[in-house]
């Protein structure tokens, strides 16, 4: 029997990429998985592809920026499967572009779909997971802890997801919840390098690639579902994939010219 096992685990961005992939390593270690993404085309393959391997999941149409829609989310979760033991917020995007040249209007747009429909989500499904005892996941990025250059938005809208997920570790910790923090480089994708090709377009080279030049090799999307589930369960507090960015990040606490020194060698321009 598996940590996981009976657990009914809600998942957003659930329809692709990291979500999709925690959703169906979740699936298989015996979770009822709820996935919720904005694509019913998707998400219903997502859901599909987990329920003819003998496996239990839904897909519940969602856009997470509606209050309304995240909270009809949860609803449904607990009507289906009696409550929630898992909240995993991946859903998400990145951007491209100069700070001064990104309007006020794309800096809303990101914090509301990086940050904000976190907040949406872990309010809904809070008394739940209080009540389950049970474990709660914000998908964060190195961004999240330093900004690198020609990321637009990205990195002022996953910065407060760190600050975030710290109150609720300080003040859910104590009522049984585990509060997970994830910190990842760049996730290895097919379209990696081609994705933002036109938000970059007047940007230096490197800044279409993965992490805007990062020079970091692409995490395998399964290994780090693995490293996810594994650390949740442990009740650890973050999860920084490549560990060696603490290092980075402990530097420019000291010394923010120093840190941003050896960020600007660590990323191409």
């Excluded at 909240?87 to 998400?92: I, K, Q, T």
């Excluded at 739940?128 to 020609?150: D, M, P």
Aim: glycine share 10%; proline share 6%.
């Amino acid at each position: 029997m598996t940590f996981w096992k009976d657990k009914v685990a809600v998942v957003t961005g659930g329809s692709a990429g990291l979500g999709r992939v925690l959703g169906e390593r979740l699936a298989a270690a015996g979770a009822r998985v709820v996935l919720a993404a904005r694509s019913v085309a998707e998400l219903e393959r997502a859901a599909g592809d987990i329920t003819q391997r003998g496996q239990t999941a839904i897909g519940v149409p969602t856009d997470v920026t509606v209050d309304r829609e995240v909270n009809a989310l949860m609803e449904r979760a607990v009507a289906e499967f009696g409550t929630i033991d898992l909240l995993v917020n991946s859903a998400g995007r990145s951007d491209r572009g100069l700070a001064l040249e990104t309007t006020p209007e794309r800096f809303q747009e990101l914090l509301d779909l990086n940050f904000l429909a976190t907040v949406r989500c872990c309010r809904a499904a809070g008394p739940h997971l209080i009540r389950s005892g049970g474990h709660l996941v914000n998908i964060g990025s190195l961004a999240s802890k330093t900004a690198a250059r020609f990321l637009g938005a990205y990195p002022a809208s996953k910065f407060p997801v760190a600050a975030y997920s710290q109150q609720l570790r300080l003040e859910l910790g104590p009522q049984g919840v585990s509060v997970l923090l994830v910190c990842p480089g760049p996730i290895a994708r097919d379209d990696a390098g081609r994705r933002y090709d036109k938000e970059a377009a007047n940007l230096p080279g490197a800044a279409s690639r993965p992490g805007a030049g990062v020079k970091l090799k692409g995490i395998p999307p399964a290994q780090l579902a693995e490293r996810i589930l594994r650390a949740s369960e442990q009740g650890r507090a973050e999860l920084i994939v490549p560990a060696k960015a603490r290092l980075l990040f402990a530097i420019a606490q000291l010394s923010p010219p120093l840190g941003d020194w050896l960020l600007k060698r660590q990323t191409a321009s």
